[in-house]
């Protein structure tokens, strides 16, 4: 698992280390593993120039200590000075390094056009303007440095991209956009999170000694070699009901497709048994589609709900369908709630609940119950709407997008953040099986943040496997989960 600090707790592991190491071996031990770095990206793309965009602090330092190593490599070094008072306004012994080992040196509040004309050069950029003691946003003067950059310059942010929200939580103003961030120590919340995972690209963590075993993280993200961990495997005495059974209240008779998208998925992902309530359209294509699932009501370990449900259908039928998911609502049974459930909810459950919105429904259902939101405000603040929800609801929320947010009802938990799946991924139905694999998860006893991230996970990679870089639709993603999980349980951690 890949877990982020917040910048707080970064800063008193820091202090710790300080206070316990001679005077400059932290800033060294950065700037070694930043330079080493540095150096091997430059080798692989056959380049020879350097610049640092350097501003104040201690990531300024990190930066110049760098610098003066990488001329000390052989590589061409320009340092780029943006503080209004210059060299007076920068880590002044990393700047002495820098310029013993030969690095130009050019002052951009002196000659912004040479400043320009000089970043343009690089064959390789180090974005050392603030680190993780930043503010959102870029001054203009350095924001006109970093539009200077070359399109085909390696851009190498210095322990987190200038511009972002380090904790990654404010979206506002512009940032650097690098192709490589080298952070120190542990990853940064903005590194895990929209809208700073995009702008963060390649991550390396490089370790400097900082000890962070009992630090709690702000951020989590499971990786591949979690699955076996995780995932719920049958034992010899096992049968389908210890498996779970998954009850499936999906589809109608507009949207029939949902039912079998989401019945398939729990199946193929290894769901003991599925009892499926639909109305007679649906449940003819589940007959078919799954011949497993079992339609009608019983006994069943948690429940799936609203997957292609239309809550205002009218018809015998689907009020009776209807009925079926509102008493397990009222249930003390697990419970995931997607789409067209999410309208059926009327106040917290005490059991354990996973809502499975996309931004649009998220914003519908904060706006039934409080203040108006809209799908805008909940895609530029993810984090913050999904722990809104959370918390008046009880539930753990799963926001799905690009990079899918899970959070639980408590304030202080972590956040769980996936980004797993390819853009193509971005298609009618594939909802529908996320939703039938988190149900699956959940019947099968996973607590609803282990069960919402690691079926985000083994959907990403199932989508990912499945489109190998082309279209894709959701049925393929279906098909794809059986083998994604058996070779990720196959994975040898060690």
């Known amino acids: 698992m890949i877990r982020a600090a917040s910048v707080a707790e970064v800063r008193a592991a820091e202090a710790v280390a300080l206070a316990q190491l001679p005077e400059g071996e932290l800033m060294q031990r950065a700037a070694e593993g930043l330079a080493g770095v540095a150096a091997a990206r430059l080798a692989e793309r056959d380049g020879r120039t350097v610049v640092a965009l350097v501003g104040a602090g201690d990531n300024g330092g990190d930066t110049l200590y760098a610098a003066g190593l990488l001329c000390d490599a052989g590589f061409a070094c320009v340092v780029v000075l943006l503080p209004d008072s210059g060299r007076d306004g920068v880590h002044a012994a990393g700047l002495r390094a820098a310029e013993e080992a030969g690095a130009s040196v050019v002052v951009a509040s002196d000659d912004p056009a040479a400043a320009a004309a000089a970043v343009a050069e690089g064959d390789l950029v180090l974005d050392g303007i603030v680190g993780i003691g930043g503010r959102p946003g870029l001054r203009p003067p350095a924001a006109a440095l970093v539009d200077a950059i070359a399109d ?35 990853p940064k919340p903005a590194h895990l999170l929209p809208p700073g995972e995009a702008a963060t690209g390649r991550l390396t ?18 990786i591949h070699d979690d699955v076996a961990a995780l995932w719920p495997v049958p034992g010899p005495g096992d049968d389908k ?17 949902a039912a079998v998208l989401a019945v398939t998925a729990a199946v193929e992902s290894g769901v003991g048994m599925v009892r499926y309530v639909g109305t007679p359209t649906p449940t ?3 007959r078919h589609a799954v011949p497993e699932a079992v339609v009608g009501e019983g006994r069943v370990q948690a429940w799936l709900i609203g997957p292609g449900l239309d809550p205002e259908a009218p018809g015998d039928e689907a009020t009776a369908q209807l009925q079926v998911a509102r008493d397990a609502l009222a249930s003390d049974l697990p419970v995931v709630v997607d789409a067209g459930g ?24 904060l706006s039934r119950w409080g203040s108006p939101v809209s799908r ?19 539930a753990t929320v799963l926001l799905k997008g690009s990079t899918t947010i899970v959070v639980g009802p408590a304030p202080e938990g972590p956040v769980r953040s996936q980004a797993d799946a390819p853009a193509w991924l971005a298609t009618a139905g594939a909802g529908d099986v996320l939703a039938g694999v988190v149900g699956m998860l959940l019947a099968a006893g996973l607590a609803p943040l282990d069960a919402g991230s690691l079926a985000a996970l083994v959907h990403g990679v199932a989508a990912d496997r499945a489109s190998g870089g082309g279209p894709l639709r959701a049925t393929a993603v279906a098909g794809a989960l059986r083998s994604t999980i058996r070779d990720l349980l196959r994975r040898d951690p060690t």
């Not at 390696?154 to 200038?162: I, N, R």
């Not at 963590?205 to 499971?222: C, F, M, N, S, T």
């Not at 805008?376 to 918390?391: K, N």
């Open 342 to 365: 999410l309208d059926l909810l009327s106040g917290p459950r005490a059991a354990p609940t996973l809502l499975t919105p996309h931004a649009g429904e998220l914003a519908g259902l």
């Open 205 to 222: 963590v490089i370790d400097i000694g900082l000890d962070l075993a009992a630090v709690p993280a702000a951020v989590e993200r499971l």
């Open 241 to 257: 009901y210890s498996r779970g059974v998954l009850g499936v209240v999906a589809g109608g008779e507009l949207y029939t497709g």
């Open 376 to 394: 805008a405000d909940v895609e530029r603040e993810p984090v913050r709407h999904a722990r809104s929800a959370a918390e008046q609801t009880g």
């Open 284 to 286: 003819g294509l589940v």
């Open 152 to 186: 085909d310059a390696w851009v190498v942010a210095v322990d987190v991209s200038s511009g972002l929200d380090p904790d990654g939580l404010d979206p506002d103003g512009d940032a650097v956009w690098a192709d490589e961030t080298v952070t120190f120590g542990v």
